[in-house]
């Protein structure tokens, strides 16, 4: 009951604000007049004056009515394309912080404009963010003359680029880029040695396009900078043979992808690491010095057994990379950490590169929790409208179509998957014989090429990309990561009578599938329509109905006929990993009644759904504690960069490292170490300092004591800054500041990553192990600090020229 309460209170609330913003559409639309009659320079000076009102103080939301009709205006001059009615409701949306839930082919690209141009006369930077280079370029060049129209400037952002070319591109006053990159761009700005050397210049608007595929496919997945430890692709090379010999006996692999050694296994790998003396004769795998041995020997297992090329990674050209299991899109640059994807290339043969660490990482969800105002569109939203409010404090607003929609769905769940896919073959046969387009969905690169395999044993070849005619007779084209490149060209055909597209979850993202092809006469297109449109085939449900919808959701775009069928299989592994109890099998009944099909298809998506969340939901509370750390150390690191107190900070930190050491060696509770105080005043002071033993009053003695000390190390200090001049020794000092925190924060990062593994390996509840974790990750930040006084106190103490020994028992 208070579910439903609470579900019709929000409905209640979308409508209100969709009746607000239909009236203010209403105001805007009447607009059009005024801005049809004024000139490109009345146009510009227009914008120059809003820009100036808004640097001068005043509000977007005074002035938003105005700058929308404007942008609206430029729109229709530059493009031929003046948003209509629902794309100024969706811009309203994106512009009050909202996420936009705008169905396929209904202008995504076109509404952000509105938004971005009213964001941008603020002077401060938007930063619009896409799932891939591809869409970053294109949006960036297909509405930067809209744009130009307006005075604002436009820059991308790619992976080539150099400093220099980057820092340009944040300068303008939009700057579209892949949401990595952004992430990416803000971890090395603060690895930076000054300011003028950073990129970026603040997070105060995003706009997040295909916000489902950023800010919930991948959230789950670190972003990381590594460095170099040294090369030991001999090692690596090593183990990939011995893992390579195992047979099935060895391992076993559960449901959820966990592979583990057998006792025959472990017998096995410890014979052969003995042959080849990487472990003791008297050594097993179990023992406390073999750690890092087995945790090897686990990457390997898990890159032969658990990782499979052309559906988690791809090769090309010599590099192992990286497939992103829920879109099927290549992922460059992404690295798995601690040395699996030094496994995989080994395994495959590839130049094996550097073990790394990381020197730096943040997720999505994070980094784009920083910026001032935060909003995002995509076509398949109200799914995970919970998520999106709990983790980035988005409300998804539905925003309506142009057009009616006139899609025919449908589903059908068979008992084994050869009826399965004689069931897709009717339907594709059927469809080539009216001349009907289709799309043939598919979850994986594997599951892609093996439909393909399929067809051609079934008399269809697949189409040469050298031959631009997609719609010969019995053809089809296969768009996966392993031909990303390609993606727009084969999407553009797509439509066109009679073609056949097999595609994974990539397809399509950001790309509209027109009916009759991209640049279709009126003919071909009444062709294409007669035939009943795009045919949507999907091969099996995807862990999220919302993968399910994307699909869909490339029929029937803006009022266009089409259908969308999805033929799935009680041996589809959605289902069995969802463990999903499915009636027996008969011969009697090839397919499972619709309404039993629905209810077990449903539960299986919730289940999956429902561990997707509650995983990206733990990352991020860890997250949330390691961001407090990293928000501190990134402040304090800046603060070093660009503040002048350089010489008072490490006067602070030497004195604060004297009372660590006197708080250590000559407690007023505790006897005395003489001996080890002596030692580390010596090795991080350089300082011989007499120590005699305590009276009667240890805590006056300490603390004379430490008074003595810091005397001593502030005179070591001032020698050196009068030999080598100040401007000279702070310049040093700040540099070996940076250094050490850069460092310690490295160090501090792995030990959060093992901490977090380590407390959820005791099997403790949810909230209790968060707060486990937050107790002792405070403990591992406190001794960091503690680490980084000491180490700049000793850099500090022996940097540079000398200066004469000063007499240290005064």
């Not at 007023?668 to 991080?684: K, N």
């Not at 008074?707 to 700040?734: H, P």
């Amino acid at each position: 009951m208070i579910l439903r309460l609470t579900r019709r209170a929000l409905s209640f609330g979308t409508r209100r604000k969709l009746t607000q913003y239909e009236t203010t559409t209403d105001r805007i639309l009447v607009l059009e007049g005024d801005h049809r009659r004024l000139s490109a320079r009345g146009l510009l000076d227009r914008a120059t004056e809003l820009r100036q009102r808004v640097q001068a103080g005043t509000s977007l939301d005074e002035i938003k009515e105005e700058a929308f009709a404007l942008a609206r205006e430029a729109a229709r001059r530059a493009l031929n394309e003046h948003p209509v009615p629902v794309q100024i409701i969706g811009a309203l949306t994106l512009h009050d912080g909202h996420l936009a839930e705008m169905r396929t082919g209904e202008g995504k690209t076109l509404t952000a404009t509105l938004v971005c141009a009213l964001n941008g006369l603020t002077g401060r930077g938007v930063h619009v963010a896409t799932p891939n280079d591809y869409l970053a370029e294109r949006d960036a060049a297909w509405m930067r003359p809209v744009y130009d129209l307006l005075g604002l400037s436009t820059g991308v952002i790619t992976q080539e680029m150099d400093d220099d070319e980057r820092r340009e591109a944040y300068c303008c006053d939009i700057t579209y880029g892949v949401a990595s990159e952004f992430c990416f761009d803000y971890l090395r700005d603060n690895l930076k040695l000054s300011a003028a050397e950073t990129v970026q210049r603040g997070h105060a608007f995003a706009l997040v396009d295909e916000a489902d595929a950023t800010l919930i496919d991948e959230a789950n997945m670190p972003l990381a900078l590594f460095g170099p430890l040294g090369d030991h692709s001999g090692f690596y090379e090593v183990i990939d043979v011995l893992i390579a010999s195992l047979q099935p006996s060895h391992y076993e692999v559960d449901h959820r992808r966990r592979v583990t050694l057998t006792e025959a296994g472990y017998s096995e790998v410890e014979l052969r690491l003995q042959q080849q003396g990487l472990l003791k004769a008297s050594s097993t795998l179990h023992d406390s010095v073999s750690i890092s041995l087995l945790h090897h020997i686990m990457q390997s297992l898990r890159a032969h057994v658990v990782l499979a090329r052309d559906r988690d990674y791809v090769v090309e050209n010599g590099r192992v990379i990286i497939v992103d299991r829920l879109t099927g899109r290549p992922m460059p640059g992404r690295r798995y950490d601690e040395g699996l994807h030094q496994a995989l290339e080994a395994k495959e043969s590839c130049a094996i590169g550097e073990e790394t660490r990381t020197v730096a990482a943040i997720t999505f969800q994070t980094y784009f929790r920083r910026y001032d105002k935060l909003c995002g569109m995509t076509g398949t939203a109200k799914a995970d409208a919970e998520e999106y409010k709990e983790v980035y404090g988005l409300d998804v607003i539905s925003i309506p179509t142009h057009r009616p929609m006139i899609r025919l769905d449908g589903a059908v769940l068979h008992s084994t998957a050869a009826g399965k896919f004689q069931a897709i073959l009717r339907e594709l046969e059927d469809a080539a014989a009216r001349g009907q387009p289709v799309l043939i969905g598919a979850p994986s690169i594997e599951r892609s090429e093996a439909l393909a395999a399929m067809l051609e044993t079934n008399g269809w070849s697949q189409k040469n990309p050298a031959t631009q005619n997609l719609g010969s007779s019995r053809t089809f084209a296969v768009l996966n990561a392993k031909n990303h490149a390609r993606e727009a060209q084969i999407i553009a055909e797509a439509g066109a009578p009679g073609a056949v597209t097999i595609a994974t979850a990539m397809a399509g993202r950001g790309t509209d599938i027109r009916l009759g092809g991209e640049h279709a006469d009126a003919a071909t297109r009444a062709k294409v329509i007669a035939a009943g449109g795009l045919l949507v085939i999907g091969t099996t449900h995807h862990d999220h109905g919302r993968m399910d919808e994307q699909l869909r959701g490339r029929a029937g775009r803006q009022g266009d006929p089409g259908r969308s069928v999805f033929h799935a299989s009680l041996d589809d592994e959605f289902l069995k990993t969802a463990a999903i109890d499915a009636p027996p099998l008969t011969e009697q009944a090839p397919t499972i009644a619709p309404s039993v099909a629905s209810r077990l298809i449903e539960a299986a998506q919730k289940r999956h759904e429902i561990r997707s969340f509650d995983r990206r939901l733990e990352l991020l509370r860890f997250d949330t504690i390691i961001q407090r750390q990293r928000d501190n150390v990134y402040d304090l690191r800046q603060s070093i960069r660009d503040g002048s107190d350089t010489l008072i900070r490490a006067k602070q930190l030497r004195h604060e490292t004297v009372d660590d050491l006197i708080n250590r060696f000559a407690a007023p509770t505790a006897p005395w170490d003489i001996a080890g105080l002596d030692h580390a005043i010596r090795s991080v002071l350089t300082l011989a300092i007499d120590i005699r033993p305590p009276s009667s009053d240890p805590k006056a003695d300490a603390r004379a004591l430490a008074q003595r000390i810091t005397a001593a190390a502030d005179r070591w200090i001032a020698g050196k800054i009068a030999s080598m001049g100040e401007t000279t020794f702070v310049d040093i000092l700040r540099r070996l500041m940076m250094a050490a925190i850069d460092h310690l924060w490295s160090e501090q990062s792995e030990r959060l990553d093992y901490l977090k593994r380590r407390v959820g390996d005791r099997r403790l509840p949810s909230h209790k192990v968060i707060a486990e974790f937050q107790i002792e990750a405070f403990t591992l930040f406190e001794l960091m600090i503690a680490d980084f006084r000491r180490d700049v106190t000793a850099y500090a103490m022996r940097v540079g020229i000398l200066p004469t020994p000063c007499d240290s028992d005064e």
